[in-house]
C-alpha cells in the first residue's frame, strides 16, 4: 500500500486532460492533432467531454496526447 500509484493518469481528470490540452494547444491545434468534431467545430470542454465520454477510442487519443505533452514538459524541465 506504501507504493505509490505507476499510472500518471491516476487522479487526473477527463476535465482536467481537456483544459491542459486547450490551453496549452488552443483549439484549433488540437483538433489537428486529433481531429474530432468537438474539437474543430464550436469547441468547448462541455461539448468534448459529453463527446469523449461516450467515445473510447477518442478518450484514448486524448490521453495518449496528455501524456506525451506531460512527459514532453518534464523533459524540458530536467533539462533547464
Known amino acids: ?3 505509490m ?3 500518471p493518469l491516476h ?3 477527463l ?3 481537456v483544459e491542459d490540452l486547450s490551453d496549452y ?3 484549433s491545434e488540437l483538433g489537428r ?3 474530432v ?3 474543430t467545430h464550436d469547441p468547448s470542454v462541455s461539448s468534448s467531454l459529453k463527446f469523449l465520454r461516450r467515445t473510447p477510442w477518442a478518450r484514448a487519443k486524448v490521453e495518449a ?3 506525451e505533452t506531460w512527459r514532453r514538459a518534464q523533459a524540458t524541465k530536467g533539462r533547464e
Open 37 to 39: 468534431r468537438c474539437f
Open 33 to 35: 492533432l486529433i481531429p
Open 5 to 7: 500509484n505507476k499510472d
Open 15 to 17: 476535465a482536467h486532460m
Open 1 to 3: 500500500m506504501d507504493e
Open 11 to 13: 487522479g487526473v481528470t
Open 25 to 27: 494547444y488552443g483549439w
Open 65 to 67: 496526447l496528455y501524456l
